[in-house]
């Protein structure tokens, strides 16, 4: 078992779900599902989570690209004070920015983060989205989906569903900041 630090967490690595190789797949077939699912990607608008769902939409938008050869908007979104479990994280938020060049209003939003748990950052993102203006429709692209939801708020695009315990760690990996791709199971050290 590999020891190391995750977002600032002590973890150790059991098992690994996806490879880079199996992560791009993923990929590949979340961006095939978008297109089809969204008939008109020219109203599309990608809205990466911070952190690794940023990557995670500009990867799917080059896909996109690469498909259809039509650019769809790519936005960063910082949901820190639309946490409603935000004094239990960090008494203060480290505040990021939000960056979506372009207004949402009309267009069919896709929220893309890494995994989806409790559904309270799909939630919150959903809130800061809807501050920045009124979209057509809200969809979510998800990596992985490791169920244990306590709001009901569903994914519309899942690389991979991995059942796992409240108490394993789910790490996803992208190559923009950990230098690699992949999907880990992990428990806290």
């Known amino acids: 078992m590999q020891r190391e630090v995750f977002d ?51 990867r799917l938008a080059n896909k996109i690209m690469e498909f259809e050869g039509i650019s769809v908007l790519v936005g960063e979104l910082d949901i820190s004070l639309y946490r409603d479990d935000l004094t239990e994280l960090d008494k203060l938020p480290h505040l990021q920015s939000t960056n979506i060049q372009g207004d949402v209003t009309g267009k069919d939003v896709v929220l893309v983060d890494d995994v989806i748990f409790t ?43 991995v059942p796992t315990s409240k108490d394993e760690i789910v790490a996803v990996k992208v190559s923009e900041i950990d230098q690699d791709d992949g999907v880990f199971i992990c428990e806290k050290e």
């Open 119 to 161: 559904g309270r950052t799909a939630r919150a993102a959903m809130d800061a989205l809807m501050d920045l203006g009124r979209p057509k429709t809200i969809q979510l692209a998800v990596m992985v989906d490791r169920g244990h939801r306590e709001l009901p708020i569903r994914p519309d695009y899942v690389g991979k569903n």
């Open 8 to 58: 600032g967490l002590g973890v150790v690595t059991r098992k690994q779900i996806l490879d880079s190789n199996a992560f791009n797949r993923a990929l590949t077939r979340i961006a095939h599902e978008i297109l089809e699912k969204n008939r008109e990607p020219r109203n599309l608008c990608l809205v990466g989570i911070k952190t690794r769902g940023i990557p995670i939409s500009k």
